[in-house]
């Protein structure tokens, strides 16, 4: 018999023939099985020695039993079985839509197949940053101050791989939305609903995390129109091992933006910050090539935009 999800109305049949003793033919046959296994005459084709007759699987049929899990500040948080092409919008909906405290801007929307791909980069980087280690521990030290400097660089390249390696994959995908479920219902920020997602609505947080290399990180309460200098300063401001041009700011949203000329380019001093949002002052490297500090910059962001993850969900 037919399994639950089979498409009963049609099959799909590859049929072979050998032409001419010499050469193997196929051609695909659509047949009306379902009018066969009724019992109409002229529909229940015969099959031959080699025939492949497929039963399809119904449209959809992978996503029934799927469900998702909705978190923190909506009225009705839980676990909600999904159909086929359901959005965000209309999960929001089912569950009740937000809590007066809630806080959409700093949604946390995970999903495994980010998951799965941070994974994958991480793997990466962890490989690139053994690689780097290779070539910091071959550095000559002959004289007291190489030794001094490879001796730092060392430490410093082990902080970076134990974080690293300490660091899992939180499968945040960034979304944009806003209270105002309507107004952004059926746009491009409206996204489709995937078996496992888990969303978490977090309450308004009245704080901007500063973090890294300044002399008191910290949470620093928000104060609406102040820019991430303001908050730096706040926080006793960059010390001396600071990569000031490395500067950057995590969203509430967890997208991840640098100054005017892009990420590493300095200049984020001036960006106004949303509560939730975190400023994050890289270490700079104390020595090593190029390549290592590129790679250094790379796994600064990456643990810094899990902490901001693991923190927003204490909210």
């Given amino acids: ?149 490879k001796e730092a660089s060392l430490m410093q390249w082990q902080r970076v791989m134990e974080k690293l390696e300490n660091t899992p994959p939180s499968g945040r995908l960034v979304i944009h939305i806003s209270k105002d479920i309507k107004k952004w219902a059926g746009s491009p920020a409206d996204i489709e609903m995937r078996a496992g997602d888990v969303l978490y609505v977090p309450k308004r947080p009245n704080l901007v995390m500063v973090d890294g290399a300044v002399y008191n990180p910290t949470a620093v309460t928000f104060k609406p129109g102040k820019d991430a200098g303001w908050y730096l300063r706040q926080a006793g401001g960059p010390t001396n091992m600071a990569n000031k041009k490395a500067i950057f700011v995590i969203r509430a949203d967890g997208s991840v933006a640098g100054g005017p000329g892009g990420l590493f380019t300095g200049g984020v001093g001036n960006a106004q910050l949303q509560a939730g949002d975190m400023v994050v002052v890289p270490e700079k490297s104390f020595a090593g090539t190029t390549k290592w500090k590129n790679t250094m910059q790379v796994a600064q962001v990456l643990q810094a935009v899990a902490f901001s993850v693991s923190l927003a969900r204490t909210f």
Avoid: C
């Fill in 1 to 149: 018999g037919f399994k639950r999800g089979a498409y009963t109305e049609w099959a799909d049949l590859t049929r072979y023939e050998v032409e001419h003793h010499t050469n193997v033919a196929g051609e695909n046959l659509t047949v009306p099985i379902g009018k066969a296994l009724a019992g109409e005459p002229d529909t229940d084709v015969l099959l031959h020695d080699g025939d492949v007759l497929t039963i399809r699987q119904l449209a959809g049929w992978n996503d029934v039993g799927a469900t998702i899990i909705v978190k923190g500040e909506v009225l009705h948080p839980g676990t909600y079985g999904i159909r086929e092409g359901e959005r965000l919008s209309s999960i929001l909906a089912r569950s009740g839509g937000f809590q007066r405290d809630a806080y959409p801007y700093g949604t946390i929307f995970e999903r495994a197949q980010v998951r799965a791909m941070e994974e994958s980069n991480r793997t990466v980087l962890i490989r690139e940053v053994q690689d780097e280690g290779v070539t910091l521990k071959a550095v000559p030290d002959t004289n007291p101050e190489d030794k001094s400097v």
